[in-house]
């Protein structure tokens, strides 16, 4: 009721005859082959109280692809914008957060103004001296402005209520529904106003689906024969907008108030118990429906600092159904409720806590487990959706993302192909968005970051499927991209990580880095240095952005600073496996660096890497790593790598019988080693190694041999 749409007809009627618009229908509900009437070229879609649409990813979508160059506007209510943030970012469509217009209070002035101007129509003839009170009392919504001039106007509304605000706002929306339900109402005006506090409350709803005609009969006690005739009445009437097959209350405003005098008693500031008993009636989208309005409700009142508790009792149920629920159960119950999470983020962060530490303990339907077995894995697999809507409250990220992590750090599916991955979620928020170039988009990166930190304290990461590093990772990047849909095909556009306005997120999680190749786990260490690699790396010409020297020139100074953290590294971190990691992502910028400087440094560090009797020895018996003598050369010579990965093995033989001139040692040191490197996820290949030296030094391989068959289930064995 504050005017949003009528303001968006304004700024439309003033845009050049020109210009391309188009109004969305309330209607209908939208398909493909609709977006496709649309205007091509540069052109406006209005999407008015976009949040209430459920086909909006559809349209989305659909605009994308095939009307690349149409610009949308869309509307909606202030509860509403977090789920619509959320359809946004699926929907791969850019918007800019900060430029979102949020319509204030009208001037006492102006609804003074538009209140005489209501109070001067012919039909109404009222007093225009009550205009400026009128104004004063409803300046915040217009609708009520309009509705509440026209009431005081046509003697309704007694001019004495206006020196009361609170009692006349209320007696306006009443009488406005009195109006409506005792002119449609006939001789049981009752009934209509009995199914307008019904269908307020469950909306939309589909007059033919039979579960609402169930629900319907059981709440009104009343035939549905009789009940879809009055629904025909309503919608005639204007009071039911149609959209495809379901209907919803119009205006919003006094859908809204209908919903608030039915669920909350106000002077006792507690919940009626209407809702309660709706609730009882209702199945599957029905039940969402209600939680979701109310939810809505339960919103504003306690952004007005009142306690509802509206949905107490229903909370309750829900909780209770869920408790003895099996596998199963839980998982669809969790589908239909997660779009009630934008409007309920704490009762749905202490539902995700619940569920992940509680597993169903109810046997599931005999029928069904031969088809397919549910556990609480699969439950849990519901969990990251639930609170990726919660992440959208800043306030509760910090909690959400933890329980995602929990949850999903044991999660063995591939991220890729499941975007409902828990990792993958939470890679989705620590990667830069294209806002950050604004300087105004990080401070979801810098919540991420330190969520890395509290992940990073645990002793057990080395028992984790997933890393913290695969998130600390999109930190560190230094190209991102977004995806657009157009005409069929999705079109992938990279960006530039903007330097200056990411440096300070970059450095520390750069130090996390290098802390951790320190680790005395190795596991850990070698995980580190994948995301050491990637820090190192230079920016990408991703999807055709050409990378320009100045831009090269300037990330210099981080890649500095990240061969800085290898010289740091290698004073106190001495393992010989991670000697080797490092050597590997070394060796590319020794030869292939954009800027001498980096090519040198690299280089020195990569010779004094090369030393140790330690390093050779794990190159000699782990696959392909014998050829640092690659980084001199400018093209691969299949016959000189052969040569030369013989006379390195050969070297490398002599130097450990010489070492471990015992056939018993040799067999201990050698089997410590292969295990240790299959621990860390290695596939080593000793057999070429074995072989020379079985050839220089036939007797101390059979010593070898005879501890292998008195070992015959060590690491050298198999």
């Given at each position: 009721?504050?005017?949003?749409?009528?303001?968006?007809?304004?700024?439309?009627?003033?845009?050049?005859?020109?210009?391309?618009?188009?109004?969305?229908?309330?209607?209908?509900?939208?398909?493909?082959?609709d977006v496709e009437l649309l205007p091509n070229g540069p052109s406006y879609l209005v999407i008015d109280d976009a949040h209430e649409r459920g086909d909006l990813e559809v349209i989305l979508n659909g605009v994308a692809r095939v009307k690349p160059e149409l610009k949308v506007i869309l509307s909606s209510r202030p509860y509403g914008i977090t789920k619509l943030q959320d359809e946004l970012n699926r929907s791969g469509m850019s918007y800019d957060s900060d430029k979102i217009i949020t319509l204030t209070d009208l001037e006492v002035n102006d609804a003074e103004a538009l209140s005489k101007e209501i109070l001067l129509d012919p039909g109404v003839n009222g007093d225009v001296g009550l205009a400026r009170k009128i104004a004063k009392i409803t300046k915040d919504c217009p609708l009520a402005t309009v509705v509440g001039s026209r009431l005081v106007g046509q003697g309704i509304i007694k001019p004495e209520l206006l020196n009361n605000e609170k009692k006349f706002r209320d007696t306006l929306l009443s009488s406005f529904r009195d109006v409506i339900t005792g002119e449609l109402g006939g001789k049981e005006p009752g009934k209509i106003r009995q199914l307008l506090d019904f269908l307020a409350t469950v909306q939309p709803f589909n007059p033919l689906?039979?579960?609402?005609?169930?629900?319907?009969?059981?709440?009104?006690?009343?035939?549905?024969?009789?009940?879809?005739?009055?629904?025909?009445?309503?919608?005639?009437?204007?009071?039911?907008?149609?959209?495809?097959?379901?209907?919803?209350?119009?205006?919003?405003?006094?859908?809204?108030?209908?919903?608030?005098?039915?669920?909350?008693?106000?002077?006792?500031?507690?919940?009626?118990?209407?809702?309660?008993?709706?609730?009882?009636?209702?199945?599957?989208?029905?039940?969402?429906?209600?939680?979701?309005?109310?939810?809505?409700?339960?919103?504003?009142?306690?952004?007005?600092?009142?306690?509802?508790?509206?949905?107490?009792?229903?909370?309750?149920?829900?909780?209770?159904?869920?408790?003895?629920?099996?596998?199963?159960?839980?998982?669809?119950?969790?589908?239909?409720?997660?779009?009630?999470?934008?409007?309920?983020?704490?009762?749905?962060?202490?539902?995700?806590?619940?569920?992940?530490?509680?597993?169903?303990?109810?046997?599931?339907?005999?029928?069904?487990?031969?088809?397919?077995?549910?556990?609480?894995?699969?439950?849990?697999?519901?969990?990251?959706?639930?609170?990726?809507?919660?992440?959208?409250?800043?306030?509760?990220?910090?909690?959400?993302?933890?329980?995602?992590?929990?949850?999903?750090?044991?999660?063995?599916?591939?991220?890729?192909?499941?975007?409902?991955?828990?990792?993958?979620?939470?890679?989705?928020?620590?990667?830069?968005?294209?806002?950050?170039?604004?300087?105004?988009?990080?401070?979801?990166?810098?919540?991420?970051?330190?969520?890395?930190?509290?992940?990073?304290?645990?002793?057990?990461?080395?028992?984790?499927?997933?890393?913290?590093?695969?998130?600390?990772?999109?930190?560190?990047?230094?190209?991102?991209?977004?995806?657009?849909?157009?005409?069929?095909?999705?079109?992938?556009?990279?960006?530039?990580?903007?330097?200056?306005?990411?440096?300070?997120?970059?450095?520390?999680?750069?130090?996390?880095?290098?802390?951790?190749?320190?680790?005395?786990?190795?596991?850990?260490?070698?995980?580190?240095?994948?995301?050491?690699?990637?820090?190192?790396?230079?920016?990408?010409?991703?999807?055709?952005?050409?990378?320009?020297?100045?831009?090269?020139?300037?990330?210099?100074?981080?890649?500095?600073?990240?061969?800085?953290?290898?010289?740091?590294?290698?004073?106190?971190?001495?393992?010989?496996?991670?000697?080797?990691?490092?050597?590997?992502?070394?060796?590319?910028?020794?030869?292939?660096?954009?800027?001498?400087?980096?090519?040198?440094?690299?280089?020195?560090?990569?010779?004094?890497?090369?030393?140790?009797?330690?390093?050779?020895?794990?190159?000699?018996?782990?696959?392909?790593?014998?050829?640092?003598?690659?980084?001199?050369?400018?093209?691969?010579?299949?016959?000189?790598?052969?040569?030369?990965?013989?006379?390195?093995?050969?070297?490398?033989?002599?130097?450990?019988?010489?070492?471990?001139?015992?056939?018993?040692?040799?067999?201990?040191?050698?089997?410590?080693?292969?295990?240790?490197?299959?621990?860390?996820?290695?596939?080593?290949?000793?057999?070429?190694?074995?072989?020379?030296?079985?050839?220089?030094?036939?007797?101390?391989?059979?010593?070898?041999?005879?501890?292998?068959?008195?070992?015959?289930?060590?690491?050298?064995?198999?």
């Open positions: 009721g504050i005017g949003k749409s009528r303001l968006l007809k304004a700024w439309a009627d003033g845009l050049a005859t020109s210009v391309g618009i188009r109004f969305l229908s309330s209607s209908p509900s939208i398909e493909m082959k689906d039979p579960k609402f005609q169930s629900a319907a009969e059981n709440v009104l006690s009343d035939h549905f024969d009789v009940i879809i005739r009055n629904i025909g009445v309503l919608e005639d009437a204007g009071v039911l907008l149609r959209r495809g097959n379901h209907l919803r209350v119009v205006p919003d405003l006094l859908a809204d108030y209908i919903r608030f005098e039915t669920a909350y008693d106000e002077k006792n500031g507690r919940s009626t118990g209407y809702v309660d008993r709706v609730f009882k009636h209702l199945q599957d989208d029905l039940a969402v429906n209600l939680l979701v309005n109310i939810s809505q409700l339960d919103w504003r009142l306690s952004a007005n600092n009142a306690q509802s508790a509206l949905l107490d009792a229903i909370w309750k149920q829900i909780l209770s159904e869920l408790e003895v629920a099996n596998h199963s159960d839980r998982t669809f119950i969790l589908k239909r409720l997660k779009d009630a999470a934008y409007y309920q983020p704490q009762r749905f962060l202490n539902l995700v806590e619940y569920l992940k530490n509680n597993p169903s303990k109810t046997p599931e339907d005999p029928k069904l487990a031969g088809l397919y077995k549910y556990t609480h894995q699969d439950v849990l697999k519901e969990l990251p959706e639930i609170l990726r809507r919660l992440c959208y409250h800043l306030d509760y990220l910090p909690r959400c993302v933890d329980l995602m992590w929990e949850i999903a750090r044991g999660d063995l599916r591939q991220t890729n192909p499941h975007p409902e991955h828990g990792i993958r979620i939470l890679q989705d928020l620590a990667q830069y968005d294209i806002y950050e170039l604004t300087g105004k988009g990080v401070q979801i990166n810098e919540l991420m970051l330190e969520a890395v930190k509290r992940w990073l304290s645990d002793s057990h990461l080395p028992e984790y499927v997933h890393s913290p590093f695969d998130v600390l990772d999109k930190l560190l990047d230094k190209s991102s991209s977004t995806d657009t849909y157009e005409r069929g095909k999705i079109t992938f556009h990279s960006f530039g990580v903007h330097y200056e306005n990411t440096k300070h997120i970059r450095e520390e999680a750069l130090q996390l880095v290098v802390e951790a190749v320190k680790s005395a786990t190795l596991i850990v260490s070698l995980r580190a240095i994948k995301s050491l690699s990637h820090a190192l790396s230079q920016p990408q010409s991703l999807f055709r952005r050409q990378v320009t020297d100045e831009e090269l020139a300037k990330w210099q100074i981080f890649q500095n600073q990240v061969l800085d953290g290898i010289e740091n590294i290698v004073k106190i971190q001495k393992h010989p496996l991670v000697y080797v990691e490092l050597k590997e992502i070394l060796a590319w910028h020794a030869q292939h660096g954009h800027s001498e400087e980096i090519k040198k440094r690299a280089r020195a560090l990569f010779d004094s890497l090369s030393e140790s009797f330690e390093v050779k020895l794990v190159q000699a018996v782990d696959q392909n790593r014998d050829r640092d003598w690659l980084i001199d050369e400018e093209k691969y010579d299949y016959n000189k790598q052969m040569e030369m990965s013989l006379k390195f093995r050969q070297k490398v033989v002599v130097a450990f019988v010489k070492k471990y001139p015992a056939p018993e040692s040799g067999f201990a040191e050698l089997n410590r080693l292969l295990q240790e490197l299959e621990d860390c996820g290695k596939n080593p290949f000793p057999i070429t190694f074995c072989a020379e030296m079985a050839k220089r030094y036939p007797e101390y391989v059979i010593g070898v041999c005879e501890e292998i068959i008195k070992n015959s289930v060590s690491a050298l064995a198999h």
